[in-house]
């Protein structure tokens, strides 16, 4: 975890540098001085943690989150795709669409989120649809983009070698498109995440960011960071598994 | 952080196809409207007539004008107080190495957290009032500044700074003719973004708890089953985030262009667009 730098010193690596400053941290909270009604102890809260892990609530807040992150995620992508290569064929849709997504992309959709209660009652229903509707943006914008910058020569090519409709977006679209692509859906995955649970946390039937806010209103600050600790790992791991995912991809195409 | 990190503007607005025409927008919003007044009705939501009614009547007795005034000035302290921090975050990022590369790559990753997830906890510690509002808008609207200037600054061309030197410029001019021209653009889209992700956060906490607000007030409609407000308030704050983000696009958009001509792509970044959210 260090390499020596120019003047043969070892350095540690910015990501222990990262942890250590972390530690340096939740040490300074565990050993200061602090109101500990609105700061709590951080051992009492990785106390809480392990305890709500091994008793299974935790467990079911967190899968019924990423169940929602996830379905959304998917048909949010799968819509996103579809979009992408109906804006790439048809230029004169492009040039109305394009930019109402941009501006749907701009508009804070969580607004809707109310509108959407009424409706659909106080259920998963609303978050999953206003994260489809976040996230098939990102996706359609990025393809869209990525299939418009698929060099027309290897197009011609694979019309040369006769390819089917099928061949040419399999073989040739696709690989093409991937890279740019992926970063759509990456993004995707952020913004549906934040909205999933900041949508749970104004009001929801379950999940962390209901968790938080539940246990905000009956001021169990213990229980609270612990659910923040875990939203702000979900939304990490996703983070850094999807920027490697991208980088695996970009690299893979290159080649 | 790499330039493929900056945040950068939303596509289509700059070099995508922006042939929309005045017919198409037409057909587009009266198809909009005609699908609201379908869709509609009184136990879900008003059609648009009844919505513009209420909301008029809002505007003009003056029911919606407190949590007018509270949203828009939490959102004003929230960009000021953010645009600061940002710009003295985003200076320490991109001029200091090592803020670089250690502190970078977590301000990234704390941009991708819900901000919203943060306000129970400035709650129990300041109290419900205008304080915690404020300090969670700051919190989100320092982000895009301190990202976008940290990645314009390391983008400044040494050249242009070896030049610079040899010219022995002092500091001021080499601030106004190197640093300003590269980081200007960057810092403009994130003004405008700190600006929309103020108003987003400070409605979204306002939804949460909060004495006065659009979002309480949207949110308290619908906790009474007052469709009609609810409706009213819910389009009324969309109009106010498609001004506010129509009306500096367009100004920038001839800034960009019109100004000195120096703004060489570099936003044309893979990541060619940010949404506002939480």
Redesign the interface.
């Known amino acids: 975890m260090s390499r020596p730098d120019a003047r043969g010193f070892a350095r540690p690596s910015a990501a222990l540098q990262q942890v250590a400053i972390l530690l340096g941290l939740l040490l300074i909270l565990q050993w200061a001085d602090l109101p500990r009604n609105s700061i709590p102890l951080p051992s009492d809260t990785l106390g809480y943690l392990v305890s709500a892990t091994a008793s299974g609530v935790m467990g079911r807040a967190v899968f019924l989150t990423l169940a929602e992150i996830g379905i959304s995620l998917l048909v949010a992508t799968g819509v996103g795709l579809a979009l992408a290569v109906v804006l790439w064929k048809v230029p004169r849709l492009r040039g109305t669409l394009q930019p109402l997504l941009a501006s749907v992309y701009a508009m804070p959709m969580v607004f809707f989120y109310p509108l959407l209660l009424v409706i659909f009652g106080i259920t998963p229903t609303p978050i999953v649809i206003l994260a489809i509707v976040v996230g098939i943006t990102p996706v359609a914008l990025n393809t869209a983009t990525a299939l418009g910058n698929v060099s027309a020569a290897w197009i011609k090519v694979a019309h040369s070698f006769r390819a089917s409709t099928w061949q040419l977006y399999w073989k040739v679209l696709l690989p093409g498109a991937a890279p740019l692509a992926f970063t759509g859906i990456r993004l995707s995955a952020t913004y549906v995440a934040i909205s999933v649970v900041a949508m749970e946390f104004i009001t929801g039937s379950g999940g962390v960011g209901y968790q938080a806010r539940y246990f905000y209103s009956s001021f169990r600050v213990v229980e609270l960071y612990a659910y923040v600790v875990v939203i702000v790992l979900i939304t990490w791991l996703l983070h850094a598994a999807l920027t490697r995912c991208e980088g695996l991809l970009r690299h893979e195409v290159s080649r | 952080m790499s330039a493929a990190r900056m945040i950068p503007v ?4 700059r070099r ?6 005045l017919l ?1 927008a037409g057909i ?1 919003i009266t198809a909009i409207l005609l699908i609201w007044q379908l869709i509609s009705n009184d ?3 008003s059609p648009p007539a009844v919505t513009l009614i209420v909301l008029v009547d809002g505007l003009t007795r003056g029911w919606v004008l407190p949590h007018l005034t509270a949203t828009l000035t939490s959102t004003l302290l929230s960009f000021l107080a953010g645009t600061a921090i940002g710009v003295v975050v985003g200076a320490l990022l991109g001029l200091n190495r090592w803020c670089q ?2 502190l970078g ?2 301000l990234v ?1 704390l941009y ?3 901000k ?6 400035l ?3 300041m109290g419900v009032n205008q304080q915690s509002l404020v300090t969670l808008g700051t919190i989100a609207a320092f982000f895009p500044l301190a990202i976008n200037l940290a990645v314009a600054l390391r983008t400044v061309s040494t050249t242009h700074l070896k030049v610079a030197r040899s010219f022995d410029a002092n500091p001021w001019q080499v601030a106004r003719h190197v640093y300003l021209p590269t980081i200007r653009v960057p810092m403009l889209i994130g003004l405008r973004l700190a600006w ?1 992700l103020a ?2 956060t400070v ?2 906490a306002e ?2 708890v909060a004495n006065f607000g659009l979002g309480k007030l ?2 308290d ?2 906790a009474n ?1 007052n ?1 009609a407000r ?2 009213a308030v ?1 389009a009324l ?2 109009l106010l ?2 001004l506010m ?2 009306l500096p696009g367009l100004w920038e958009h001839r800034f960009v262009h019109g100004g000195s001509g120096r703004y060489d792509g570099r936003l044309e970044a ?9």
Not at chain 2, 10 to 13: I, S
Not at chain 2, 16 to 21: D, I
Not at chain 2, 116 to 121: A, D, E, G
Not at chain 2, 272 to 278: E, H, L, M, S, V
């Open positions: 939303w596509p289509g607005w995508g196809p922006r042939t929309t025409s198409d587009l136990e879900l939501f590369q250690v790559p977590t990753w991708a957290i819900p919203i997830v943060l306000y129970p906890i709650l129990i510690m929309s108003f987003l409605i979204m939804m949460v949207m949110f409609s619908y089953l469709i609810m409706t819910v704050v969309f985030a498609f983000n129509a893979v990541e060619a667009a940010q949404p506002i959210i939480g």
